[in-house]
C-alpha cells in the first residue's frame, strides 16, 4: 500500500548539466517498490509550485530503507527540489502506479534508454540482474555530457551500448537506429524502453515489426497521481476497442503495443 | 463535550459538515489507502453522464499560481457502469454518497435522475449545471435562470431523491441563478464550481491546455468562492455545500461563517491526501475552543 511521508534527503548532487542525484531515507517506500513505480514529491511547503511532482524511482536499497531519485530541472518544482540540502526533509506519496513486467529468470532481455528516461531503468536493470538476464541496454543522449547511467547499467553486469545525437559518444544517432543496426530481435525475449515520446514510438514500432513484446514508460501531466482526477490520460488500445487509461494508476507502464501514439 | 456536528443538507442527514468536490476525489476508492472515508460527513463522487465519456485532449491540468485550470471533458464510465460497478460499494459505505450529475439536455438530466433513484448507497444527487469544460450543457444551463430553473424541476420530477444545485461563478449575478433554482424545488445548493481561464506557454507560443480553456480550482479562487456564499446565503433560505480552494479548516469555516452547512475539499487533496480529514479535525477543535455545542449556530455567523 502506497504511504505518505516526510522522507530525510541523505545526499543530493548534480550528476550532469541540470540533471541531479538525490538520496532520501524512505524505508517503507523502499520496501514496498517495483521498477517502473514512482513518487509524487512535495518540492515546497507553499502554495506556488502547488501541485505535487511525479518522479520516478530510479534505485532502492531495501537493506538500508533508502531511495533514490534522478531528476532533470525544468521548470519551478524541479529546480525547487534540487536546492535542497542533506539534513532537509521531502514530502512524499508513494510507491505509486504499476511498474514494468519482469521476464522469466535468465532471459535474453532489450532495455532503450532515451534522456533523463534512463531514471526508472536502473532500478529495472537491477532487478533484471536478480533474475540472471542476459541484459544489452541501448542509452542515447543529446551529447557525451548528458549521457546518463551508463555506468550504472555497466556495474550491474549489462552490456552498455551509447548513442549520442552529436556522435560525442557511441553510435552518433538515435537509440532507435542503433537498435535497428545491432539488435538480434529473434533472441530477445522483451524490450522496455522509456525516454522521449517521439523514440518510444519509433521503438514500439520496431517491436510490433520483429513480433517481440516490450513495455514503455508514459508521461502526461499529473494532479493526484492516484486515479482520481483522470488528468493523466492516455488512449490504451485492447483487442481492437480504444480506452482512455490513466497513466498514474492504470500505468504509466503499458505494453508497448496497446498505446495509440497519434 | 463533544460538540454536535451533524448537519441536514436538504434532507441529507450527514454525521459532520466534511466532504469532497465532485471530480477530485474519483468514486471514493482511490483515496481509501489514505483516508478512512467513512470518517466524512458525505462524499460526491465524479460528474456522471448518461453515456459514457472519453473526455477532452491533453494536457488536461496545468498549474497556476496558488491554482490549477483542468478541463477535463467529464470523463466517466457513464450511469450504467456506474450502477452496475459502484452501487453496491457505496451501499457498504458508513458515508453518505452524491452522485454529481450532468446533461446535454434537460432531458439527459431527467433521464440521470431516474436511473439514479432508488439506487442502494445513492443518498442525493449534485446537479451539475456549470461544467466549463464541455460545449453543451454544463455551463450553459448555470448561466441562464430559466434554464437552470428547469434543469431543477426536471430532476426534481424524476427522482424522490435530494436535489443539490450546483452553481457556476462565471455569471454576472449568481444571486439570480440561486433564486431561480430555490424557486424551481432545489433542496440544496452547491457553490462554487470552477472559473474559466486559460494559460499561455510563452515559449511555444500556445495555449497550455488542450482544450484550450479550462476551469480554475485551488486556493487562488476562494475569496471568489467566499463571496458566492455569502451572497447566496443573504438570497435564499436553501443549505449550501461551499467550495472553492479549500486548503485548512480555517479556509472551511470562513465558508461556514459566510453561510455554508457543509463544506467540499477539492484541489487539496491532490496536495495533501488527508486534507478532508484535517479539515474535520481542525473545525471540530475550533468548536471547542470557542465552546460551541452545535456546528450549526455557526452557519452564517459572519451575517450577524
Ligand atoms: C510517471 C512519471 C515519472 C517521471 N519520472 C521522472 C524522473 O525520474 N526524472 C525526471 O527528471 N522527470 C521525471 N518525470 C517528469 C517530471 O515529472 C517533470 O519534469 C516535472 O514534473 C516538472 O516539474 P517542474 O515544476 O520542474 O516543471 P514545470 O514546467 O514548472 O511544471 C509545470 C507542471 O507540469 C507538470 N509537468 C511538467 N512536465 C511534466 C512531465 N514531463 N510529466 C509529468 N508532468 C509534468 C508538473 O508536474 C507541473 O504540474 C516523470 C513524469 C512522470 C509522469
Ligand atoms: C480535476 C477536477 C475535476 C472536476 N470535475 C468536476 C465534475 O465532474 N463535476 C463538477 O460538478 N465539478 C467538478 N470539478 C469542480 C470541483 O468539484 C470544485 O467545484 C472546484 O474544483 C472548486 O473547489 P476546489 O478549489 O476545492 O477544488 C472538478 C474540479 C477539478 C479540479
Ligand atoms: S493524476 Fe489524477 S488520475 Fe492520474
Redesign the pocket.
Known amino acids: 500500500m502506497s504511504k505518505v511521508m516526510d522522507a530525510k534527503v541523505l545526499a543530493v548532487y548534480p550528476v550532469a548539466p541540470e540533471t541531479y542525484y538525490m538520496e532520501l531515507a524512505a524505508p517503507d517506500i523502499a520496501r514496498l517498490a517495483v521498477p517502473g513505480q514512482?513518487v509524487h514529491v512535495r518540492?515546497s511547503d507553499a502554495q506556488e509550485?502547488l501541485?505535487r511532482?511525479?518522479?520516478?524511482i530510479?534505485m532502492v536499497s531495501r537493506p538500508q530503507g533508502v531511495l533514490a531519485?534522478?531528476?532533470?530541472?525544468?521548470?519551478?518544482?524541479?529546480?525547487l527540489l534540487a536546492q535542497r540540502q542533506p539534513g532537509d526533509s521531502v514530502n512524499l506519496m508513494g510507491p505509486l502506479?504499476r511498474g514494468f513486467t519482469l521476464p522469466l529468470p535468465g532471459s535474453k532481455v532489450a532495455v532503450a534508454a532515451g534522456g533523463?528516461g534512463a531514471?526508472?531503468l536502473v532500478f529495472l536493470v537491477q532487478e533484471l540482474a536478480n533474475l540472471k538476464c542476459q541484459v544489452t541496454v541501448y542509452v542515447g543522449a543529446r551529447d557525451k555530457k548528458n549521457l546518463l547511467c551508463d555506468g550504472q547499467f555497466a556495474q550491474l553486469d549489462a552490456e552498455v551500448v551509447i548513442a549520442t545525437d552529436d556522435g560525442s559518444l557511441g553510435f552518433k544517432g538515435t537509440v532507435p537506429e542503433l537498435m535497428r543496426r545491432h539488435l538480434d530481435w529473434r533472441r530477445t525475449a522483451m524490450c522496455y524502453v522509456c525516454g522521449p515520446r517521439a523514440m518510444m514510438q519509433e521503438v514500439s514500432a520496431m517491436l510490433a515489426e520483429a513480433d517481440v513484446p516490450g513495455e514503455v514508460?508514459l508521461?502526461?501531466?499529473?494532479g493526484c497521481g492516484v486515479g482520481a482526477c483522470l488528468s493523466?490520460a492516455v488512449q490504451i488500445q485492447h483487442h481492437g476497442e480504444i480506452s482512455t487509461k490513466r497513466?498514474?494508476a492504470d500505468g504509466?507502464v503499458f505494453p508497448s503495443w496497446q498505446v495509440v501514439w497519434e | 463535550m463533544k460538540p454536535n456536528l451533524e448537519v441536514n443538507i436538504g434532507g441529507i442527514l450527514m454525521k459532520n459538515p466534511v466532504t469532497t468536490s465532485s471530480g477530485t476525489f474519483g468514486f471514493g476508492q482511490e483515496y481509501s489507502p489514505y483516508v478512512d472515508i467513512n470518517k466524512l460527513g458525505a462524499i460526491v463522487v465524479k460528474g456522471t453522464t448518461l453515456e459514457p465519456r472519453p473526455g477532452n485532449a491533453t494536457p488536461r491540468?496545468?498549474?497556476t499560481p496558488a491554482g490549477i485550470l483542468n478541463s477535463i471533458g467529464l470523463q466517466n464510465p457513464g450511469v450504467d457502469y456506474l450502477i452496475d460497478h459502484y452501487a453496491q460499494y457505496f451501499a457498504g459505505l458508513k458515508t453518505r454518497v452524491i452522485v454529481n450529475i450532468a446533461g446535454n439536455t434537460v432531458d439527459d438530466y431527467a433521464r440521470l435522475a431516474a436511473k439514479l433513484d432508488g439506487v442502494p448507497g445513492v443518498a442525493g444527487l449534485e446537479v451539475n449545471i456549470s461544467c466549463p469544460n464541455v460545449k453543451k450543457g454544463g455551463m450553459a444551463f448555470g448561466s441562464d435562470p430559466a434554464a437552470a430553473a428547469e434543469v431543477t424541476k426536471a430532476v426534481k420530477n424524476a427522482t424522490g431523491l435530494p436535489v443539490i444545485v450546483k452553481l457556476s461563478p462565471n455569471v454576472t449575478d449568481i444571486t439570480v441563478i440561486a433564486r431561480a433554482v430555490a424557486d424551481a424545488g432545489a433542496d440544496a445548493l452547491s457553490l462554487i464550481n470552477t472559473l474559466l481561464g486559460m494559460a499561455i506557454d510563452v515559449r511555444r507560443r500556445k495555449p497550455m491546455l488542450g482544450n484550450i480553456m479550462g476551469g480554475l480550482s485551488g486556493p487562488a479562487v476562494k475569496p471568489v468562492a467566499v463571496r458566492a456564499v455569502w451572497q447566496v446565503y443573504q438570497t435564499v433560505k436553501l443549505p449550501i455545500i461551499g467550495m472553492g480552494g479549500i486548503v485548512t479548516a480555517q479556509d472551511a469555516l470562513e465558508f461556514i461563517l459566510a453561510g455554508a452547512s457543509a463544506v467540499a475539499v477539492g484541489t487539496a487533496n491532490f496536495i495533501n491526501a488527508t486534507a478532508t480529514l484535517e479539515v474535520l479535525a481542525g473545525i471540530e477543535q475550533y468548536l471547542i475552543e470557542e465552546q460551541i455545542t452545535d456546528i450549526n449556530e455557526l452557519v452564517g455567523a459572519a451575517h450577524r
Open positions: 514512482f518540492c509550485p501541485l511532482r511525479p518522479l520516478s530510479h531519485l534522478l531528476f532533470r530541472v525544468v521548470g519551478k518544482g524541479t529546480a502506479g533523463i531514471a526508472p514508460s508521461e502526461e501531466k499529473m493523466c497513466v498514474c504509466p | 491540468m496545468v498549474e
